[in-house]
Each structure stands twice: as C-alpha cells, then as structure tokens.
C-alpha cells in the first residue's frame, strides 16, 4: 500500500515539475533594459518602457515620475541642474529648475530628470543681503 502511495506522488511530482520549471525560468530572466524608468522614493527603477508618452502616462497614473535608465542614455553634462530627454535618447542638460524641465519634457513629448553634473548646495554667506547667500 506504500509503494503505491509513492508511486502515485512521484507522477504528480512530474506532472507539476515541467509548468513549475518554466514558470521559475521566466522569474529569473533579466528584464531587457530600456531607456526610461519609473521611480519613487521607496521604489527602485523600473526600467520597461522604450517610449517617453507611456513611461509618463503610467508614472501619472501611479503617483510616481517618470526617469532615464542612465545606463541606456548618456547625459551630457551641461549648465542646468535638470536635463529634457527626447524619445530619440537626445538629452539637454539646460533647466535650472525642475518646473522649466517639466514644461520643456512636456512640450516635446519627453522625460525630465537630474542631471549628472549636478552643482553642491552653496554655503551661506552671513554677510550677503539676498537670504545669506
């Protein structure tokens, strides 16, 4: 009566073993990168998206923003503190703020994000008279 309780185990075994091998080859499988990522603060990058439109059309819809896989995209340092990224991969490192990038990326159809020059924070002047700085 054992034996065939064992044998009956080790043919359900092989019949879950194939749909359970592939489904933990497909877990295991490194995503393809793409150029444009979602992000959040307790969100690593997500990086899915080969179109600029639908990376931020999901980052508006989930609350988040819509970044560039640096990996993907080289920045080109600039003077701004933001750089507009177009679906073509060409990037502007020009935007001081990042409402000015936003309403560029925007207007392009495209992604704002940090730059990769980004300038330190001054340090206070006590003798200045705009705001210690």
């Not at 679906?87 to 502007?92: I, Q, T, Y």
């Not at 703020?97 to 730059?115: F, I, K, N, P």
């Amino acid at each position: 009566m054992a034996q065939i309780g064992r044998v009956r185990g080790r043919r359900n075994a092989r019949l879950f073993a194939g749909p359970l091998l592939a489904v933990g080859t497909l877990l295991t499988v490194p995503a393809i990168a793409a150029p444009f990522c979602l992000t959040g603060q307790a969100l690593p990058p997500y990086c899915i998206y080969q179109d600029a439109s639908s990376c931020n059309r999901e980052a508006q819809r989930q609350g988040l923003t819509c970044s560039v896989n640096t990996a993907e995209v080289k920045l080109r340092a600039n003077v701004g503190q933001y750089c507009v990224v177009t679906p073509e991969k060409v990037s502007l490192c020009a935007f001081p703020d990042r409402q000015s990038c936003d309403v560029e990326a925007a207007r392009l159809h495209s992604v704002c994000t940090h730059g990769p020059g980004i300038a330190p924070a001054r340090t206070p002047d006590p003798y200045s008279p705009v705001n210690g700085y």
